[in-house]
């Protein structure tokens, strides 16, 4: 688990003298056991090589506070043996109580360490854990971190048992507490607990890389170069070091240069260093200031490819510390080349103005909350750039998971990252967190191409002058490379970023009122929309995001905009439709299309697909007063409609009209929707409610073509899943959809049956079960157990009989014990 935080203390103090001290401060009661191992590793013989063990088996769990649980002889028999990601407790897909999951529970892992770890100093990297955790091994109390979004560690090495067992003790306090953010207030999204990112255990050598920020510099040139920012932790051994760091295209070395280091002098101690669980409490500007960084730059580079949007072209840097000629500690990084800016004209990837359309996600699912594994976190970012075209996706209102960001970087979706919070700011202590958040935040994900913006404000909250003038310099004195923003919710907000972020709800838009600006949300809670809500308002859904994006496309000074919001999400009780959901997403809770989706699906070019979406259900009666207008999302240039008397296969089919793109409304849009009303669809309908036919075509040719029944009856029961193998390492999970279409597969909007699961073979299923279709459609997952084997999971409708979908659980590589 690279790139973690758990060595400031020692990037500003290995050099120290024996028996320096280090003050710790703010977001955590701490032991002093880094600062006492800092100063009895120095001038020990060294070790050589990290071993990086993950621990997400194995873990014993209980849904409370456990009196004595963290003491090492404790009897957890009667635990639940659970695998991480971990949600505390299994919840329905709405209509729950937040009380439900805010709850203590404890969590529980032995393991034995492995010869590899003798002699190095050994630290446990937590992800993400919702939302405070009191750490003990063997019984010692390591202390508290407070946060469930960003990654925090613990050094374990002066507590452990080498050649015994050890016990890994974590008490998760999963409780909405005023100190930490987002919370103090009320927050329009729940955020449920538990262990529900992955867990490792980290060896590394007495002097070791603590993290490696790979800067591409001069992009743009014909021999750009690689700013290497190599961080040192530990303790400093006798004998010359180096730095050697080559850069790597798949498995080709494309250079290489090493460069010797010399530390030298004592660095002072520094007031505000959490010694323990991940470094400073960034009070100021100054304690970013590192002394042990070094830089090591690969110059002169040819052949470089850029990463864009349509190519996005990865590479790897490898870092290695060198003592006397041999490896001590090795890291590596995959990076992308790109130079990424808004300007006064938008924003420029590439030198080139792309104007940003995306969505904003949060990362919740139905029944698990947060915890979902790396696959399912991946598949969000799929769905987002490949179903829906997005260029650009924020991550509202948190830094996500690694997997999603990783993913992002490979499938060429742009990122707006932001801290933790909504509209809240708390006192000092609390502000205190959420600039270590941002601290946290840059050091984590600074080497993701993927990532163009840092949000540095917390979303919709009032100006705070100095708060955020250290949130923001906070993240410009660690990343240089990036620009800032920070989402708010008034024109009048006072700008300290580098780009004017900002929520607007109206429509019209406001004009911009500053050279860099972007528009993070819209829509969303102005309109909120079901799968189940009647072609009025499905049309009417559809058109407001396409109204935006046309006034988006008129000005060049607007970036573009993130339309809020890709997926349903559970909620509080004070917002949402009563039943713990906010339907403000274009797709539902379960990642299904609403007919919104289909306009941004439809922005992209046709050579990438074509694309033709009925944003209406085909019903006569299925608004106020009839059907009354037919809108399309297309990027087809031309469409022809017919009808087919009564639904008759030996019918005729017979022309209705033929249609171009709607582009009075929408005069900037490259590819607007195309809109047909009553009036022309009855001056030819000469028959009975059939079945319509719309033809797409481009520069004449037909390119596809849509069916939809018009008998109005449930014909066809689908089951789809997303991938066809697992790891079987108990938590691997894929998503299984099911929905009921008509005879041509579009969906049946009202069916609501129940449906029958039964799931055979080495996998347990996360869902309802029956489940009652909403919007004629619905998901569960199947997550693999710790065993290989075929799955196969059958679904029965009452009356369209039963579907059947089977997967491959493979091996893998047994955990630690």
């Not at 698990?368 to 490949?386: C, F």
């Not at 999603?404 to 979706?413: P, S, T, V």
């Not at 079901?530 to 396409?546: G, M, S, Y």
């Amino acid at each position: 688990m690279d790139g973690r935080m758990d060595g400031q203390m020692d990037r500003r103090s290995f050099l120290l003298t024996a028996g320096a001290l280090v003050a710790s401060a703010g977001l955590a009661e701490v032991s002093g056991t880094a600062t006492a191992l800092a100063s009895t590793l120095v001038g020990e013989i060294p070790s050589y090589g990290r071993v990086v063990l993950p621990i997400n088996r194995g873990w014993r769990f209980r849904a409370s506070k456990v009196s004595g649980a963290e003491m090492l002889e404790f009897n957890d028999s009667g635990f639940e043996r659970v695998v991480v990601p971990h949600t505390n407790v299994p919840l329905p897909w709405h209509s729950f109580d937040d009380k439900d999951y805010e709850f203590v529970s404890t969590y529980r892992r032995r393991f034995k360490l492995t010869p590899e770890c003798k002699g190095k100093r050994v630290f446990v990297d937590f992800e993400g854990v919702m939302t405070a955790s009191t750490v003990w091994i063997n019984g010692f109390r390591l202390g508290e971190y407070k946060g469930g979004f960003t990654p925090f560690s613990f050094e374990l090495t002066t507590h452990l048992r080498q050649d015994e067992m050890n016990v890994l003790v974590v008490q998760v306090d999963s409780t909405e507490r005023e100190d930490i953010p987002p919370f103090g207030n009320e927050i329009d999204y729940m955020t449920f607990g538990g262990i529900y990112r992955e867990v490792a255990l980290r060896a590394v050598p007495t002097l070791y890389l603590d993290n490696v920020f790979a800067r591409p510099m001069n992009v743009m040139g014909a021999q750009p170069s690689l700013e290497v920012d190599c961080f040192l932790a530990g303790a400093v051994p006798h004998g010359p070091l180096t730095l050697e760091v080559e850069l790597f295209e798949e498995e080709n070395s494309i250079a290489k240069v090493s460069k010797g280091i010399a530390p030298k002098g004592a660095a002072a101690a520094e007031s505000g260093i959490d010694p323990v669980t991940a470094g400073p409490v960034y009070a100021s500007v100054e304690t970013v200031d590192d002394p042990a960084k070094q830089t090591v730059v690969l110059s002169g580079l040819t052949g470089i490819r850029r990463w864009e949007l349509d190519a996005p072209q990865l590479y790897s840097v490898r870092v290695r510390l060198l003592l006397n000629g041999n490896v001590m500690d090795e890291q590596t990084r995959r990076i992308g080349f790109r130079e990424a800016v808004f300007t006064e004209r938008g924003f420029s990837l590439n030198g080139k103005i792309v104007k940003l359309r995306g969505l904003d996600r949060h990362q919740t699912f139905p029944f698990v909350g947060q915890a979902m594994p790396g696959r399912v976190q991946r598949q969000d970012a799929k769905i987002l750039r490949e179903r829906l075209h997005c260029n650009i996706v924020r991550t509202s209102h948190y830094p996500q998971s690694r997997h999603f960001l990783d993913c992002c970087d490979e499938i060429g979706l742009m990122v707006l990252e932001e801290i933790p919070g909504w509209q809240h700011i708390g006192p000092e202590e609390w502000k205190l967190a959420a600039i270590d958040n941002v601290g946290r935040m840059v050091r984590r994900d600074w080497n993701h191409p993927s990532i163009i913006l840092w949000g540095v404000r917390i979303n919709e909250s009032p100006d705070d002058h100095s708060f955020y003038t250290r949130t923001n310099a906070l993240a410009h004195a660690l990343d240089t490379t990036r620009q800032t923003g920070g989402i708010r919710n008034f024109m009048a907000s006072e700008l300290l970023e580098d780009v004017f972020t900002v929520n607007d709800f109206g429509f019209p838009l406001q004009k911009p009122n500053h050279p860099r600006y972007l528009n993070t949300e819209f829509v969303g809670h102005t309109f909120p929309t079901k799968t189940t809500d009647d072609d009025e308002r499905q049309r009417e859904h559809t058109l407001r995001h396409a109204r935006i994006h046309n006034q988006l496309a008129s000005d060049a000074q607007y970036a573009g905009g993130i339309g809020w919001c890709a997926f349903d999400y559970n909620t509080h009780a004070n917002f949402g439709a009563g039943d713990r959901i906010c339907y403000h997403g274009v797709m539902d809770l379960f990642r299904e299309n609403k007919p919104a989706a289909g306009f941004y699906k439809s922005q992209c070019d046709p050579a990438v697909e074509v694309v033709l979406e009925p944003a209406f259900h085909w019903a006569n009666s299925d608004e106020s007063v009839g059907f009354t207008k037919a809108v399309v999302c297309s990027n087809c240039d031309h469409l022809k409609f017919y009808e087919r008397a009564d639904s008759l296969e030996s019918a005729p089919w017979v022309l209705l009209a033929e249609l171009e793109p709607e582009r009075v409304e929408f005069d900037h849009l490259k590819y607007p929707p195309f809109v047909l009303d009553r009036i022309a669809l009855k001056q030819k309908s000469r028959h009975g409610w059939g079945d319509l036919r719309i033809d797409g075509f481009l520069q004449g040719k037909q390119v596809i073509s849509k069916t939809l029944s018009g008998r109005g009856v449930d014909q066809k029961f689908v089951l789809l899943a997303d991938d066809t193998a697992l790891q079987a390492d108990g938590a691997d999970t894929t998503r299984v959809v099911f929905r009921v279409t008509d005879e041509f597969g579009a969906m049946r909007t009202y069916a609501d049956d129940p449906i029958h699961f039964e799931l055979e073979g080495p996998a347990v299923l996360i869902g309802d079960n029956p489940f009652a279709l909403v919007g004629g459609t619905g998901a569960v997952w199947i997550r693999a157990k710790e065993e290989a084997g075929r799955v196969r999971l059958k679904a029965t409708h009452p009356r369209l009989g039963t579907q059947t979908v089977e997967l491959n659980c493979v091996p893998v590589q047994e955990e630690m014990v």
